[in-house]
């Protein structure tokens, strides 16, 4: 969609009911302060089952500002953040969750690395509020593995929050996968990137929508997205294991001839539960690349849309391209 607004800021909300007026408060004012003419905030209900869609209203009613997209079931949030992104008209798009541990304040500064001559404006956290130990040190191994396994060096204890131009979000629109990893996604395109670096704050109001499973998923689409190395990896330690099983192989002959041993039960069902368990790790890895590849075959819309409001004229579904 062609930019004929200065500013979009897409929203992914699930169940925010809690905190949703403090965030379009706080984020109508940093447009504001941005010093853009013309500014959207595209919300974007990802199949809410709380007030969240109803507050929605209620701010749309106080400003023409607010558009909403309301989808027709819970997609998660990278398809509800690309839903939002494929419907923005902003020259430049802001992407920000609505919990408020990514503050809107942050954008005026944004907005100037973006007239001083980057394309992507992507924020670094250097303190996360409210996080446990765990969750904030797993993150940390979780990135810089990515970035050795994989070919795209995507920046460290960063997220989604990040100020892009049009020509950055009408190639990620056109990016067909259906396991989407948007900040990987925006890194692969290239340009110039430039970081800016914050403290996150805890959440405002209500629960995080990413639970351990949820990370763990998460985490696989990021790397079966951008790297084949696990594939590899399997490789190399089958040819490993079949050395080990020669040798194994050479030492039984050995004790068997020269040492007159009597063959084991337990030393039989190590060797068969340690060369079956590594069968078993390697196609599980083999069938979530062929899962991803069977899902994208399909070729389903990313994501369908119940209502939009105002309503637009371009249908209810977006197909990939």
């Known amino acids: 969609m062609s930019g004929n607004t200065d500013l979009s800021v897409v929203v992914p909300c699930f169940n925010e009911e809690a905190g949703l007026s403090e965030f379009h408060r706080r984020m109508a004012r940093a447009c504001k302060a941005s010093g853009v003419a013309t500014y959207e905030i595209i919300y974007v209900n990802d199949g809410s089952n709380d007030n969240s869609l109803k507050i929605m209203r209620q701010l749309q009613q106080h400003g023409d500002c607010v558009r909403i997209i309301d989808l027709a079931r819970n997609h998660g949030h990278q398809i509800a953040l690309s839903a939002g992104l494929a419907h923005s008209r902003g020259i430049c798009v802001l992407a920000i969750d609505a919990d408020l541990q990514d503050p809107p304040e942050l954008l005026p500064a944004m907005m100037q690395k973006i007239e001083e001559g980057a394309d ?49 979000v009408d190639v990620l629109v056109r990016m067909p996968e259906a396991h989407r990893f948007i900040r990987g996604l925006v890194t692969w395109i290239g340009f110039t990137q430039v970081p800016i670096t914050y403290e996150r704050d805890a959440r405002f109001a209500g629960q995080t929508k990413y639970p351990f499973y949820r ?4 985490s696989l689409d990021a790397i079966t997205a951008f790297a084949t190395a696990p594939l590899r990896i399997m490789f190399l330690i089958a040819i490993l294991a079949m050395g080990m099983a020669v040798l194994m192989l050479g030492w039984t002959f050995y004790s068997f001839f020269s040492r007159n041993a009597v063959p084991g039960w337990s030393s039989v069902m190590t060797v068969f539960l340690f060369f079956t368990s590594l069968q078993l790790f390697a196609l599980a890895i083999i069938g979530e690349y062929v899962g991803r590849i069977f899902i994208e075959s399909k070729r389903r819309p990313l994501y369908v849309i119940r209502a939009m409001y105002p309503p637009e004229s371009h249908g209810w579904t977006d197909e990939k391209s």
């Not at 990370?215 to 998460?218: D, E, I, P, T």
């Open 120 to 168: 992507v404006v992507y924020a670094r956290r250097k303190l996360r509020k409210g996080e446990s130990w765990f969750k904030i040190h797993t993150a940390s191994v979780f990135y810089r593995l990515l970035g050795r396994v994989g070919g795209t060096q995507i920046p460290v204890d960063t997220g989604d929050f990040r100020l892009m131009k049009r020509n950055i």
């Open 215 to 218: 990370m763990l998923a998460f």
